[in-house]
């Protein structure tokens, strides 16, 4: 199980429910080349860009008002979230892009096609890095830190991440910034990444560290989570895009 405990939320005692919406990024120039990307900046492909103009089409029938959109500092993420905010008519929203929503980091297999590290180190070593929570990726020598986090302090460039570290990073910005928002009543849209959206789940599902391997996230399908006052999941949906 995770090492974060499922937070109980108390609010008041009214039957409050809250939308919390969860959409990994279209497809990347790395997805249609079949590389590891992690925290490299690439963009979406046009057929990504399609992609997220389809999710936000699918979206905005639902017709949800958000208070606020929360991506990743990566191009490919905010490019998704922008093309969703025009498709739902909500441009205006405050947008919050955090490093703590990236990608996992690949370490040194970055710009690795992952059919060629299947031969390198063999499929079943290639699953467990992929699909694994704790299995780290070969480290890199020395963190790689470009302009975007300059003004961060330089530990927070990780070497390589299991998911499990994904998740360690990602939960302090879900208790500060997403679920005090959802206990106001706030419906919340996250545009960010398949390895980190996963950790989220995770974490929300309770979901063991043997069953995580399991979760899937498609790029550019909405997830819908119906919460209750305590943020506890009353319904969960995925919208099929075409």
């Known amino acids: 199980m995770s090492d974060f405990p499922k937070m109980v939320y108390w609010k008041n005692m009214e039957a409050v429910m809250v939308k919390l919406v969860l ?60 093309v969703v905010q025009d498709e739902i008519g909500q441009n205006w929203l405050p947008i919050t892009k955090s490093w703590r929503l990236n990608e996992r980091h690949y370490g040194a297999l970055r710009g690795l096609n992952k059919d060629k590290t299947r031969e390198l180190f063999g499929k079943a070593q290639v699953a467990r890095w992929r699909r694994g929570f704790c299995a780290r990726p070969p480290l890199l020598a020395q963190p790689r830190r470009s302009r975007a986090y300059q003004s961060f302090p ?80 009353l319904a969960k949906d995925i919208l099929t895009v075409s």
């Open 154 to 233: 330089v530990t927070i460039i990780p070497r390589g991440e299991s998911l499990k570290d994904a998740e360690r990073r990602l939960i302090p910005y879900w208790l500060d910034e997403i679920a005090p928002r959802l206990l106001a009543g706030e419906n919340q849209l996250v545009v960010a990444h398949g390895s980190t959206l996963r950790a989220l789940i995770k974490y929300l599902e309770q979901i063991s560290d043997t069953g995580i391997d399991r979760v899937e996230v498609a790029n550019a399908q909405p997830i819908i989570y119906t919460l209750d006052a305590q943020l506890n999941i």
């Open 23 to 82: 959409i990994r990024h279209g497809e990347s120039a790395a997805n249609f080349s079949n590389t590891y990307t992690g925290w490299s900046d690439v963009p979406l492909t046009p057929l990504g860009v399609h992609q997220a103009h389809d999710a936000g089409q699918a979206l905005a029938k639902l017709a949800l008002p958000f208070s606020h959109v929360h991506t990743s500092v990566l191009k490919r993420a905010i490019q998704t979230a922008y």
